[in-house]
T-cell receptor, first 106, second 114 residues
């Protein structure tokens, strides 16, 4: 079965600093990976998909099959990026990691 | 267009009581999911459904039952609640063949079992 690991429960950075949220996965096939975000008092929502190779709100994530990782990165963090971030992997169903709470300090 | 609606939003139960959480979606999505969210453990899949009349177990199905009698509704039942089932429950839906991996979530239902 697929598994997603987010090793950091909490991450705190200052505004303007780079940020990287780590995600590692365990899966036997070609993974479909995603990042979801939950802002305060909002619903959990999709941030980006690895297959789209997109940049959303300045965030990017690269799939590294050799390291089985899908880390989320942003070069200059903003206060409005403070949220809970979940990495997810799709097989027959969607499995989520434990999440990382990002706090961007002014 | 309400999206995904969960009822109730809050509930307090005593150990051994039963209850049902209702998830309704008005987007004609085929797939529906029930997750529980616990501190430090993230979202864990309880049960899911790929269509009306079908359900499947997720990571943590014990103590829960589900039904998908209508396409728009996905019910999560607790037959005999236990304190370990104190959690925030999230329902989600997804369009089969739609944008890959785009789940739409409800606002959550906070359940406390005393």
């Amino acid at each position: 079965a697929q598994r997603v690991t987010q090793p950091e429960k909490l991450l705190s950075v200052f505004k303007g600093a780079p940020v990287e949220l780590k995600c590692n996965y365990s899966y036997s096939g070609s993974p479909e990976l995603f990042w979801y975000v939950q802002y305060s008092r909002q619903r959990l929502q999709l941030l980006l998909r690895h297959i789209s190779r997109e940049s959303i709100k300045g965030f990017t994530a690269d799939l590294n099959k050799g390291e089985t990782s899908f880390h989320l990165k942003k070069p200059f963090a903003q206060e409005e990026d403070s949220a809970m971030y979940y990495c997810a992997l799709r097989d027959n169903d969607m499995r989520f990691g434990a999440g990382t709470r990002l706090t961007v300090k002014p | 267009n309400a999206g995904v609606t969960q009822t109730p939003k809050f509930r307090v139960l005593k150990t051994g009581q039963s209850m049902t959480l209702l998830c309704a979606q008005d987007m004609n999505h085929e797939y529906m999911y029930w997750y529980r969210q616990d501190p430090g453990m993230g979202l864990r899949l309880i049960h899911y459904s790929v269509g009306e009349g079908t359900t499947a177990k997720g990571e943590v199905p014990d103590g829960y039952n589900v039904s998908r009698l209508k396409k728009q509704n996905f019910l999560l039942g607790l037959e005999s609640a236990a304190p370990s089932q104190t959690s925030v429950y999230f329902c989600a839906s997804e369009l089969a063949g739609g944008p890959v991996g785009e789940l739409f979530f409800g606002e959550g239902s906070r359940l406390t079992v005393l």
